[in-house]
């Protein structure tokens, strides 16, 4: 890789806003903790403007993507990868091939996107109520480093950089939970951290492999397998594979989440499933799919009889739940299964399937957590047995949670019918009897889906009111509604324009699946 | 604006209003602003599609396509499309007629339901989904109609909070459609992958290999039997009587069940040249005419027997699908649309009358609700087939097109035509039997308002709480007229037939009554007959007791409930529990394990270098020993 000259990309102050949409909350972070403690109300406000700043950031960033198309001539045949829309690509540790590369493409935007939306939501959240446990302001502080991480990792064009920001996420988490959770939150964080660290660790392994192997760790260079043996790219797949499927969770090895989900604070659950769960997802195409491409050709009907066990472990196991939290968890290693189906079937549709699933899951996903957070801290309870007659009680907030469970089990019009419909699609056209059968399962996976979210919404909302839920108070407060609104919009605007979700990424995902043949 | 984009506002206009209607509070008082206001635009949607849809009807001289991009996932495009022929505009005007004397009843009906604005916005939701499937020029927005349709059914079924049964009978509806749905899901993915668009022209022109073409057909069957109530996915409709009155005639009756009918009617190019399918199709047909039929024979409850009637009635359509005839299948579509509208919003009537579902505790009726008995004559006569009301008609063609493909030349084998010919012949005299029964045992008689067991009845159904009145009365206007007009139809859309228009519009054959149409008449006069007969031996007894030890296994639907408990619900629970407990004490407790394990391996290795100083040295020493062992060894 001499000519690097045509990896960067994009108008200069395009190129600032991409390094700000790091900085800023960075920045941001730091200013929180330096606060004083006296400052705790105002800590948040600052974190949460910092949140609204980023987010605006990011939206800034589409005009890179509509504006100049110039670097999308490059047509179907030409060998090379589709490019970012921008990047910024700066040598950091020449000795060890390690650049500062960042960039974004219509693969990572919408990801993007939700990171900033679902972190601002969340901080907005924390200025009106910070759960038990810690101050205020160091809440809001870790929600911006987590950010920062997140948005790392997505925009990461660099191999090393890419797990650098896949572990600058762990620790903020870690203490999320540990500080802010419910009564064992101890156990879960530690179980959290240290089953994410062993994947982690396979994650380095393969960066390293991938790097040793081809002098590079640039992901734009790499895409298409470039310079990669086959049996270098089967290893490496293998470790990846393995890596994400824990982060994203891929059942069985999924068991950290519903534990970690269940003692995390609303506003931890919510960006745990919104948007940490996507890193593994997203890994899992833009590197595995993308720097491994034969490996992921070679593993794939293991991935997709994963994803399909997933699905139905993940249903079956719903179907079993008694706690709020905990059933929403599970729900989400099924429709990480369908999202991994798509991605298992490496077609341009899966893996478009795949990235609407992403967006839809972190959008619904999202909302039920912070309904389900509503619930719990109104009832004191999560416990199904004490639920019910909710619409009794407080109708809007039962309305609502039919609307997201709905939403969840894959309503037509609604965000999360594409990405699932489309993943059994997907598999329909791979064809042949074992696809077939995959497909199959999957809808299967998907009326379960339904079977379960139909029990919590009979559990918790129809039927007389319980003592516990007749006690609450139907007003839903300014600042819910400020969280809420937007992820019910969006998941109805997702729902009913899929487009905005996979308008620009019809490139970059061709690209992706032609390196796969 | 192009007719294909008119067209687009007759499924757009109530999804849009019905999405409106639901951000509006519940208002709780008779007259309460967001009530009016949630009332009118329930009213304004439908009547909005009526409208579009009777200009089009009017204007239109052929078939109306548009379509616009909506997305493309990966390799297929997705689009937004109105494609209707002059039989789809009619399926339109049908649905928007009644879902707009639905949403005008429903004002009166629920005149005191705090709950009635997210009410009505479900109500044009629904409408608007239904007119999507009718209208989309695409298979993946037929299919988004068709799953809103289902949320819609559920949402509105579970709606009366004082039922204990109504959210189950919601989500045994949602749950058995969707359990039919894997099947449509699979069969369009499968129709749409081969034919690389979802558009629903192109699909039709695709050159399918007949093996994919039979799987593709018979799984989106599944669907159709889901959501069209056929043997063995029929059981929820019954138990959805737990719905509002108004509710089951719009979706239970005139619209929703219709719509898998509708379905195969739209793709019948495909099903045509598939005789697996529609021989599939038609032995459902025959089961579920009969099955329908025999159990509506039983029914206490007056909107069961209705449920059931229709069960059967949707067997009749998609009986004539098997037989060859879509043509017959959406005459009797719509002339049943008509005449169940009319039943059931007679028997909300009826119900808001005497408070109580229970043909047991009616009778005597007819004196007090002249207008309501008169709907009932004309609807039952209608249902039974009574010549020349629109349910004769519509039948008789059911039933020539059967006799007719028992000579050959259907697209199903012969033994399938004879199967539903013999069905739907059997069926007219059992609909006569319930339907006397039920005009008798409700309407003539003294009443048993006050049975032996007390008045402990009035608790229950949502008609409940309306304060019983001295006597029983018909309606007020906003529910009488409705029911009125939908009379007409009942009566007088049979004859349509003779109208060159709608005849050609449906591709109907030339209406020819022959010495066919005597065994079907006499079938209908015995059955009428015999349940004459058993009532005027026993006057004010029930017709059903003559069905002896039959009563209950009629009554119960030939226990396909239990059946369906056994052989899908108990396994999925069971397995359910299965998988939960692998996960917790075998994955979780292998990761479980291998923390601890690793605690302890730590613990004793900790333990292992609290050696004292001697021992220490001894093992340090030794260790280097067997290093420069191996070196030496390795360098040699």
Known sequence: MTNRDYLVHGPTWLQVVLIAVLAVPAAGAAMV??????????????????????????????AAGIGDRGWFEYGPDDARPALPWVSVDAPWVPALHIDFHIGVDGISYPLVVLTALLTLLCCA???????????????????????????????????????????????????????????????????????????SVLLLLGVLTVVAAAGTGDIVALTGGEGLTRNTQYIAFALFAVAFA????????????????????????????????????????????GVTPRGAAWAASVLGVLAVAAILAGALICLRQTELKRLIAYSSVGHMGFVLLGIATLTTTGIEAALLGNVAHGLITGLLFFLAGAIKDRTHTGDLAHLGGLREAAPTLSGLL???????????????????????????????PAWTTLAVLAAIGGALTAAYFLRLLRTVTHGPATPTVSAISPAIAGPEWFAWAPLVVLVLAVGLIPALVLTATSLPVFSLSEAVR | MTAGAAGLLIPGVPLLLGLLGLLLPAGDREGHEPRRLAAALGVAGAGTSLVVTLLLLL???????????????????????????????????????VALFVQIYSVAYLHDDPRYAPYAAQISLFTGAMLLVVTSGDLIGVLVGWEVMG???????????????????????????????????????????????????PVLAHDYSAGTLTAALLLILAGVAGKS?????????????????????????????????????????????????????????????????????AQDDMKRVLAWSTVSQIGYMTGALAVGSPAAALFHLLTHAAFKALLFLAAGAVIHAVGTNYLSRMGGLREHLPVTFWSFVVGLGALAGVPPLAGFWSKENVLAAAAHATEGGGPAPVWVAWLVWLAALFAVGITAWYATRLLLYAFFGVSRAHGPAGPDWEIGFDEARYTQPATPHDPPGLMRWPIMLLAVPAVLLGLAAYAPGFRTALELENPHLGVAVALPMLLLAAGAGTAWWLWAAVPGVDPATALGGARHLFATGFHLDKVQDRLVVRPAVALARLVTATDERVVDAAVEGTGTTTTHVGGALAAAHRFALPAAALLVFTGALVLTVVAVGAAT
């Not at chain 1, 039919?402 to 939403?407: R, T």
């Not at chain 2, 949320?151 to 919601?170: M, T, V």
């Not at chain 2, 009587?241 to 069940?257: C, D, E, Q, R, Y």
Request: aromatic share 10%; net charge positive.
């Open chain 1, 246 to 289: 824990v982060k994203a969770p891929l059942w069985p090895l999924h068991s950290w989440l519903p534990d970690a989900h269940t003692q995390a604070p609303t506003v931890g659950s919510v960006i745990l499933a919104g948007v940490l769960l996507k890193m593994g997802t997203y890994g899992l195409i833009r590197i595995g799919v």
């Open chain 1, 125 to 199: 959240y924390t200025v009106w109520k910070v759960p038990e446990g810690g101050p205020g302001r160091t809440l809001a502080g870790l929600l911006l480093l987590l950010e920062v991480g997140i948005l790392g990792t997505f925009l990461a064009l660099d191999l090393v950089l890419f797990f650098l920001f896949f572990e600058v996420v762990l620790l903020p988490m870690y203490a999320v939970i540990a500080g802010w959770g419910g009564a064992g939150r101890r156990r879960a964080a530690q179980k959290f951290v240290l089953y994410t660290l062993v994947g």
């Open chain 2, 229 to 297: 109530a056929q043997f063995p996915l029929h059981t929820w409709l019954p138990d959805a009587m737990a719905g509002p009155t108004p509710i089951s005639a719009l979706i239970h009756a005139a619209t929703m069940v219709a719509a898998g009918v509708y379905v195969v009617f739209r793709l019948y190019p495909l099903f045509d040249r598939t005789p697996a399918a529609t021989a599939v199709l038609g032995v459902l047909a025959a089961i579920t005419i009969l099955l329908g039929a025999l159990a509506a024979t």
């Open chain 2, 59 to 97: 204007t239109a001289k052929h078939p109306i396509e548009f379509s616009e991009h909506w997305v493309t996932v990966g390799s297929i495009e997705v689009t937004i499309g109105f494609a209707t022929g002059m039989a789809a505009l009619y399926v339109a005007l049908a649905v928007a007629v």
């Open chain 2, 151 to 201: 949320a819609c059914s559920y949402l509105l079924i579970g709606h009366d909070r004082r039922l204990p049964e109504a959210p189950a009978a919601a989500t045994k509806a949602f749950l058995v459609t969707r359990v039919g749905d894997i099947g449509f899901l699979l069969g369009v993915a499968v129709l749409i992958t081969q034919a690389g668009t979802s558009r629903i022209g």
């Open chain 1, 33 to 62: 903790a330096l606060l004083p403690s006296r400052a705790d109300r105002p800590a948040r406000l600052v974190a949460t403007g910092v949140a609204a700043v980023t987010l605006v950031l990011t939206l800034l960033l589409t």
């Open chain 1, 402 to 432: 039919a609307f997201a469970a709905i939403a969840s089990l894959g309503l037509p019009g609604l965000a999360g019918f594409w990405g699932e419909a489309f993943a059994v699609v997907a598999a329909v056209q791979r064809g042949g």
